[in-house]
């Protein structure tokens, strides 16, 4: 019996050290597994381009007939939340059939279940434009039809700080729009898009739909410098078309990746505004020729915002092309053209107005479309695309972000 009482013990200690083995190893497959994706492909016969499938099921159909307009922006926060900002803007016919706009900020969690939703058109920016979640996880917002830009609170429920004033824009006449006076230390004009320095609270704005430059401030909102100007010269923007800068994103590395959309290229300053290296996309798309020397198609253009892959070398670097209606993939370090996918359509999978980008921490990327396109998809890391499955698409490895037999 004593035997058997002895074996029993050490049967139940095996189970409890095989437990606690899967566990730690659970663990540590959890730490890895971004890192593994972005570094590793699966198969010999892969590429180095991560694949993405679109996910058709998110985001979950919305409450009480809303219907989201143009979105202007999308981020994500600490809790691998996606913030979609849209501008409320229901066609005729929508509101004839009683659908109602949603409300200008929407929430979901990351398998697109509503969580929360918010936003007074009468306080926030008109034609929201771009949105950034800092790291006290609250919300910054602008817009390219109005002077400010805002730090909400995370829920909504406050608004901390306002820079410039709405409605009135930096301009001899203090309207809004082109061609700006990019000058002002205290209004902004028709902003696109904001970053905040992790380090210092620093504020970076991509005021760059009226205005052609950077501007800079620190936490509490006071003017501390800017660069840029209307051109087609490295570090300046491109003279018409809005978008002159269209984003601001920071690199773990501490410098700024600037959307210059018209000139179809990302300028990459450091945060005094020294300028780092330039970074072209798609020439030839926009206003900026093409490399045989053909004008360019002045299709809204092919750098329109930025993010990066979670590794912690940031290996690859994700480019929207609205031009294209591609989402390009980069090497990050080199500025190559590894691959992309997307293309124009209203399916699943397919692009009308590709606009802004988030990356959570799993990778997953997340994309939002605006005007006509007025939606958010969702795009889930499936390994890397197989050699075979690439094609030559405008000059650049393309494939399609649908799922596919194995």
Known sequence: MLELIRLHVRL???????????????????????SVLFHHPAHAADSDVPRFVVDPYWPKPLPNRWVTGAVGGICVDRQDHVFGVNRSDLTTMEQIVGKQPAPIVIEYDSDGNLVNAWGDPKL??????????????????????DGIVQKWSHDGTQLLLQIGRKGVCDNADEKCGEPGGNKNPLLLNEPADIAVDPDNGDIFIADGYGNHRVVVFDAAGKFLRQWGDSGTDRGLFAVIGGGHPHCAVFDRDGLLYVCDRGDDRIEVFDKTGVLKRVIDVKPGTAYSPAPDGA?????????????????????????????????????RQSGRVLGGFG?????????TLLHMIAVDSKGTLYTSETIDGRRLQKFVPRGFVPEPRLNTYVGSPHYEALPISE
Not at 13 to 25: G, W, Y
Not at 124 to 145: E, L, R, T, Y
């Open 12 to 34: 139940l200690s095996l189970k409890i050290l095989a437990r606690t083995v899967r566990a730690a190893l659970t663990g540590i497959v959890a730490v890895a597994m971004v």
């Open 124 to 145: 926030m920016p008109k034609s929201i434009h771009g949105c950034f979640v800092d790291k006290q996880d609250n919300i910054w917002i602008g817009g390219n039809a």
């Open 295 to 331: 004008p360019g198609r002045k299709a809204i253009g092919s750098a329109l915002d930025v993010a990066f892959s979670p590794d912690p070398e940031q290996k690859y670097m994700y480019v929207v092309d609205t031009g294209n209606e591609v989402l390009w993939i980069l090497d």
């Open 343 to 351: 293309s124009a359509g209203h399916n699943a999978g397919e692009f």
